[in-house]
């Protein structure tokens, strides 16, 4: 594909005028720039180049992991670049990926031609968002998508997913003003997970021939029954029932599993929670959560302090760090996953899962959930209260184990196949 009908006057004076609006505010802007250099191939071919992979969070990456994988083996020799908005998720990134190269976007992605032109692309792939210019709540510049073009390297949005956001600033706005159509007409292909998204990516003036459904690439990483990466005897100091609660953000959500929890004790009495929010970056909200735990009277200790295996007397353990959830989930015994977030996880480990409803369709988590609760994978309550939600764990708990995780395994041998039909798309157009 060539490049849309622009001239490079007009990316200039649109940088220009983002660096005279960063210099009238207050606050200092960093732009592009590395977060680690995993020294990939400055001199790339389409057998030994970069792939560079745009991830807003560690969610996107875990999502098209497989895919990613597939394709490095593909085009053996080739250095992984992780471009991304969300710069506290390095370590998150790192420990999937030890020797990528990760390069911070920053707000308006000014001076991401340099990091471009120092690991030129073969291939760059959106990973679920942005699809369109401001669709989902993250930062994707034009002026990144337009220097990646530039360096004949091709632009393939995977396991895509419509948010159907407006711009929220006034620089957004003027950036959508001029490059919304350049944006998806510089994509070279869109890979997306439901055939509803068909016609609104047409209407956004994509071409219908560049738009494939591909299904969902988590079905794809999910094994029932995989291996755990934990032993519930590193984290804890003698056998006892877990529940991991996880990705529960809102204090409404929080104060849910906290009478929950008090209720199962009633019916559990060693029962250790395991509480991950969502954001454990955000120090408000965390220190909301703190004020909780202590006047629940509950004993708790958070995961940055906990140096031995949790002993008898304390009864959650928070989990306050970033990408340990899914390895977390291996060890509970039943699992709580928070509104509008990734069920699958859990499930990779074929553990009863629950949650409340509110579960809301602008969310790329909507499809996954409606079709685990369509086949009864999953165990919704009817409605979000603590006493529903400790009855319906603690009935569930007596099925048999084994009942549960065929059910598991026949959902997703139906659902999977989509990195195999990704990759075939790929191979088209490289």
Same mark, same amino acid.
């Given at each position: 594909?060539?490049?849309?009908?622009?001239?490079?006057?007009?990316?200039?004076?649109?940088?220009?005028?983002?660096?005279?609006?960063?210099? !009238?505010?207050?606050?200092?802007?960093?732009?592009?720039?590395?977060?680690?250099?995993?020294?990939?191939?400055?001199?790339?071919?389409?057998?030994?180049?970069?792939?560079?992979?745009?991830?807003?969070?560690?969610?996107?990456?875990?999502?098209?992991?497989?895919?990613?994988?597939?394709?490095?083996?593909?085009?053996?020799?080739?250095?992984?670049?992780?471009?991304?908005?969300?710069?506290?998720?390095?370590?998150?990134?790192?420990?999937?990926?030890?020797?990528?190269?990760?390069?911070?976007?920053?707000?308006?992605?000014?001076?991401?031609?340099?990091?471009?032109?120092?690991?030129?692309?073969?291939?760059? !792939?959106?990973?679920?968002?942005?699809?369109?210019?401001?669709?989902?709540?993250?930062?994707?510049?034009?002026?990144?998508?337009?220097?990646?073009?530039?360096?004949?390297?091709? +632009?393939?949005?995977?396991?895509?997913?419509?948010?159907?956001?407006?711009?929220?600033?006034?620089?957004?706005?003027?950036?959508?003003?001029?490059?919304?159509?350049?944006?998806?007409?510089?994509?070279?292909?869109?890979?997306?997970?439901?055939?509803?998204?068909?016609?609104?990516?047409?209407?956004?003036?994509?071409?219908?021939?560049?738009?494939?459904?591909?299904?969902?690439?988590?079905?794809?990483?999910?094994?029932?029954?995989?291996?755990?990466?934990?032993?519930?005897?590193?984290?804890?100091?003698?056998?006892?029932?877990?529940?991991?609660?996880?990705?529960?953000?809102?204090?409404?959500?929080?104060?849910?599993?906290?009478?929950?929890?008090?209720?199962?004790?009633?019916?559990?009495?060693?029962?250790?929670?395991?509480?991950?929010?969502?954001?454990?970056?955000?120090?408000?909200?965390?220190? +909301?959560?703190?004020?909780?735990?202590?006047?629940?009277?509950?004993?708790?200790?958070?995961?940055?302090?906990?140096?031995?295996?949790?002993?008898?007397?304390?009864?959650?353990?928070?989990?306050?760090?970033?990408?340990?959830?899914?390895?977390?989930?291996?060890?509970?015994?039943?699992?709580?996953?928070? !509104?509008?977030?990734?069920?699958?996880?859990?499930?990779?480990?074929?553990?009863?899962?629950?949650?409340?409803?509110?579960?809301?369709?602008?969310?790329?988590?909507?499809?996954?959930?409606?079709?685990?609760?369509?086949?009864?994978?999953?165990?919704?309550?009817?409605?979000?209260?603590?006493?529903?939600?400790?009855?319906?764990?603690?009935?569930?708990?007596?099925?048999?184990?084994?009942?549960?995780?065929?059910?598991?395994?026949?959902?997703?041998?139906? !659902?999977?196949?989509?990195?195999?039909?990704?990759?075939?798309?790929?191979?088209?157009?490289?």
């Amino acid at each position: 594909m060539t490049l849309p009908n622009l001239t490079d006057l007009k990316v200039v004076v649109f940088e220009w005028t983002e660096r005279l609006i960063e210099r !009238l505010r207050s606050q200092d802007i960093k732009p592009a720039h590395i977060l680690h250099d995993g020294s990939p191939s400055k001199n790339p071919d389409k057998k030994n180049g970069n792939l560079w992979v745009y991830v807003s969070t560690i969610g996107e990456l875990n999502a098209t992991s497989n895919l990613i994988d597939e394709l490095l083996n593909v085009y053996s020799g080739s250095q992984l670049v992780l471009l991304t908005d969300h710069p506290h998720y390095l370590d998150a990134y790192l420990k999937k990926y030890p020797d990528a190269t990760v390069i911070n976007h920053g707000e308006s992605g000014r001076l991401i031609h340099e990091q471009i032109q120092k690991y030129p692309p073969f291939l760059f !792939l959106i990973a679920e968002i942005p699809l369109a210019l401001f669709d989902a709540p993250c930062r994707l510049s034009f002026k990144t998508l337009y220097y990646v073009k530039q360096t004949g390297s091709k +632009i393939i949005a995977v396991n895509g997913w419509l948010y159907g956001e407006k711009p929220a600033c006034t620089m957004d706005t003027l950036e959508s003003a001029l490059f919304a159509k350049p944006y998806t007409e510089i994509i070279d292909q869109f890979l997306i997970q439901q055939s509803s998204d068909i016609q609104k990516l047409v209407d956004l003036g994509v071409s219908k021939n560049k738009i494939h459904t591909t299904g969902n690439l988590k079905f794809d990483n999910l094994v029932s029954g995989s291996p755990a990466p934990l032993k519930k005897s590193e984290i804890i100091e003698f056998e006892r029932m877990v529940m991991v609660s996880g990705c529960v953000t809102n204090i409404s959500e929080q104060e849910l599993i906290l009478e929950t929890f008090k209720l199962l004790k009633r019916e559990i009495p060693d029962l250790l929670l395991i509480m991950a929010p969502r954001h454990p970056e955000n120090k408000d909200r965390m220190k +909301i959560l703190g004020s909780m735990l202590k006047n629940s009277g509950w004993k708790y200790l958070v995961r940055t302090e906990q140096i031995k295996p949790v002993e008898p007397q304390i009864d959650i353990l928070v989990l306050n760090t970033i990408g340990e959830l899914h390895d977390f989930y291996s060890i509970g015994d039943f699992c709580y996953v928070g !509104l509008n977030h990734n069920l699958l996880e859990p499930l990779s480990f074929a553990k009863p899962t629950f949650l409340t409803p509110g579960w809301e369709p602008q969310y790329p988590s909507f499809p996954v959930y409606s079709i685990l609760k369509e086949k009864g994978v999953i165990q919704e309550c009817s409605e979000s209260s603590p006493k529903e939600l400790s009855n319906i764990i603690i009935d569930n708990l007596h099925k048999k184990n084994a009942a549960r995780e065929a059910q598991i395994a026949t959902a997703i041998n139906t !659902l999977s196949g989509s990195v195999e039909q990704s990759k075939y798309l790929i191979s088209k157009v490289m």
